[in-house]
């Protein structure tokens, strides 16, 4: 079963036990920009520098994929372009509960448990479906700790966890300084074509910046 890159970063955060996410604002720009990186790979928007476009407005047929290019064409309102921090900070809250729904409506995961003293709603792993987390964390597993060379989506899937500063998510078993130096590697390379990999690269610095920003401030 195929799924988008935001949803594969939601499933990789959700603790298989209680069903809640982790690090759930990182996640979120994570999440934010796993989607923005979808819709650079299908030429629906290009990310330039420190800048955003919309360059093709047709469907994918990829409902979160559509529902975002819908929200930032009236985001932009007219203009041609703003900046990518911009669009992640608006878009990374409401983009994790979207990814959530995607995957509920797959059926990779359980139905929401109404939030209890304010806690997060949480979603539940139905067993029939497990073989998707499972076959993520192998294609993760074989890039990463295996040396196995990434195809595209995989790479730019690493290059997000990594700006996110996720190790701990995507590989719960090993400590991040075992992780991170592959993860940085795969996320610099030759993997994709130039456009796309330099507008990974900006949307990378974009998303680790918002994340350390957060981080610093909540302390």
Not at 78 to 97: E, F, I, N, P, Q
Not at 140 to 166: M, S
Request: aromatic share 4%; proline share 5%.
């Amino acid at each position: 079963m195929a799924i988008t890159l935001a949803e594969e970063v939601v499933l990789l955060s959700l603790d298989a036990r209680s069903g809640a996410a982790a690090r759930r604002q990182a996640v979120g720009w994570a999440v934010a920009g796993g989607i923005l990186l979808e819709l650079v790979m299908t030429e629906r928007v290009a990310v330039t520098g420190t800048y955003l476009e919309l360059r093709d407005p047709a469907p994918t047929g990829e409902r979160l994929l559509d529902s975002r290019i819908q929200l930032i064409g009236s985001w932009l309102r007219g203009r041609s372009k703003r900046r990518v921090t911009d669009w992640l900070t608006k878009d990374h809250a409401m983009a994790v509960g979207a990814a959530l729904d995607g995957l509920g409506e797959r059926g990779v995961v359980g139905p929401e448990v109404p939030k209890v003293a304010g806690v997060f709603p949480q979603r539940r792993h139905p067993g029939s479906d497990a073989t998707v987390e499972r076959e993520l964390r192998e294609r993760l597993g074989a890039a990463v700790l295996g040396g196995a060379e990434p195809d595209a989506r995989t790479a730019g899937l690493i290059a997000l966890l990594h700006a996110a500063a996720l190790h701990g998510p995507a590989f719960p078993d090993r400590p991040a300084r075992e992780v991170a130096p592959r993860m940085g590697e795969i996320a610099a390379g030759q993997w994709a074509g130039e456009s796309v990999r330099a507008a990974v690269r900006d949307m990378r610095a974009a998303v680790a910046a918002v994340t350390v920003f957060t981080a610093a401030a909540a302390v």
